[in-house]
C-alpha cells in the first residue's frame, strides 16, 4: 500500500462493489495515505446487481431483493454502507456499473430515477451502463446529473462535469489480459487532452499496474 500511494495519485476502491469493508477499514486506509491521494469508490453490487449475478456468487451475498436500482430496503441498506464508506474515505466519486443484463427499458429508468432522487447528492455520482443506446444515455445522465462513464476504445462520454475513464483491455474472450501498447497510450493522452475538464483514467486489465506506470511517463513528456 505504501509503494502504491507513492507512484499514483488514485485507486478506485473495488472492494466496496463486493463486500463492503468496515468503516473502521476505511478510515485506516485514508488515514495511511497522503492528504492528496484520491479514492474513488464502487458502489456495492446489492445496488445494481440482481441476485442471480455470478458476483453475488462470488462475495458470498444471498440477498433475495436487490438490485437494478430497485425501491427495496436491501438496496437503500447497500447505499448506505456505500455512502458511509466513501465519507470515511474522504472521496468525492462513486461509480455505479450496471451489468449487461440491466437492460434499457421504462421499468429500470423508473427506478434509476427513484433511486438517485432518493439518496444523498454529496458525491459526484458515475454511471458506466452497458448495452444501452447514446440516445438514453445521454437523456438519463442529463435528468439526474450522472457522469457517464466509458472505455474510450469503445466509446465517447456523453455527459459530465468530469471525464471518467475505464479501460478493460481489448473486446474478445481475452479482454482483461490485454496489455496497452505505446501507440495505444498515446492516442489515450491525445483523447485525454481534447477535454478542459478534470479527466480521470482507471486501467482495469491484468496488467493495471504497468499499463498506468507507463501511462504517467507518457503523459510527463508532454
Same mark, same amino acid.
Given at each position: 500500500?505504501?509503494?502504491?500511494?507513492?507512484e499514483?495519485?488514485?485507486?478506485?476502491?473495488?472492494?466496496t462493489?463486493?463486500?463492503p469493508?468496515?468503516?473502521e477499514?476505511?478510515?485506516?486506509?485514508?488515514?495511511?495515505?497522503?492528504?492528496?491521494f484520491?479514492?474513488?469508490?464502487k458502489?456495492?453490487?446489492?445496488?445494481?446487481?440482481?441476485?442471480?449475478?455470478?458476483?453475488? =456468487?462470488?462475495? &458470498?451475498i444471498?440477498m !433475495?431483493?436487490?438490485?437494478?436500482? %430497485?425501491? @427495496?430496503? +436491501?438496496?437503500f441498506?447497500?447505499?448506505?454502507?456505500t455512502?458511509?464508506?466513501?465519507?470515511?474515505?474522504?472521496?468525492?466519486?462513486?461509480?455505479?456499473?450496471t451489468?449487461?443484463?440491466?437492460e434499457?427499458n421504462?421499468?429500470?429508468?423508473?427506478?434509476?430515477?427513484?433511486?438517485?432522487?432518493s439518496?444523498?447528492r454529496?458525491?459526484?455520482?458515475?454511471?458506466?451502463?452497458?448495452?444501452?443506446?447514446?440516445?438514453?444515455?445521454k437523456?438519463?445522465?442529463?435528468?439526474?446529473?450522472l457522469?457517464?462513464?466509458?472505455?474510450?476504445?469503445v466509446?465517447?462520454?456523453?455527459?459530465?462535469?468530469?471525464?471518467?475513464l =475505464?479501460?478493460? &483491455?481489448?473486446?474478445g !474472450?481475452?479482454?482483461?489480459?490485454? %496489455?496497452? @501498447?505505446? +501507440?495505444d497510450?498515446?492516442?489515450l493522452k491525445?483523447?485525454?487532452?481534447n477535454?478542459?475538464?478534470?479527466?480521470y483514467?482507471?486501467?482495469?486489465?491484468?496488467?493495471m499496474?504497468?499499463?498506468?506506470?507507463?501511462f504517467m511517463?507518457?503523459?510527463?513528456?508532454?
Amino acid at each position: 500500500m505504501k509503494k502504491y500511494f507513492e507512484e499514483f495519485k488514485l485507486t478506485e476502491v473495488q472492494k466496496t462493489f463486493y463486500k463492503p469493508p468496515k468503516v473502521e477499514t476505511a478510515e485506516k486506509w485514508r488515514k495511511q495515505a497522503p492528504p492528496e491521494f484520491e479514492f474513488t469508490v464502487k458502489a456495492w453490487q446489492v445496488i445494481t446487481h440482481p441476485p442471480s449475478s455470478p458476483t453475488h =456468487r462470488k462475495a &458470498g451475498i444471498t440477498m !433475495k431483493n436487490c438490485g437494478f436500482f %430497485k425501491p @427495496t430496503k +436491501e438496496v437503500f441498506e447497500g447505499w448506505e454502507k456505500t455512502r458511509d464508506i466513501a465519507r470515511a474515505l474522504d472521496a468525492k466519486i462513486i461509480l455505479f456499473q450496471t451489468p449487461a443484463s440491466f437492460e434499457e427499458n421504462e421499468e429500470n429508468v423508473k427506478n434509476m430515477i427513484e433511486f438517485f432522487s432518493s439518496i444523498e447528492r454529496e458525491f459526484i455520482f458515475v454511471w458506466e451502463p452497458r448495452g444501452w443506446s447514446e440516445d438514453k444515455v445521454k437523456e438519463v445522465c442529463e435528468e439526474l446529473d450522472l457522469v457517464h462513464c466509458v472505455d474510450p476504445f469503445v466509446a465517447k462520454p456523453l455527459y459530465g462535469d468530469i471525464v471518467y475513464l =475505464r479501460l478493460h &483491455g481489448s473486446e474478445g !474472450k481475452k479482454m482483461y489480459s490485454y %496489455k496497452y @501498447t505505446s +501507440e495505444d497510450l498515446q492516442w489515450l493522452k491525445e483523447f485525454c487532452l481534447n477535454f478542459d475538464k478534470d479527466v480521470y483514467v482507471l486501467f482495469n486489465n491484468v496488467h493495471m499496474h504497468d499499463d498506468a506506470l507507463k501511462f504517467m511517463e507518457i503523459l510527463q513528456e508532454s
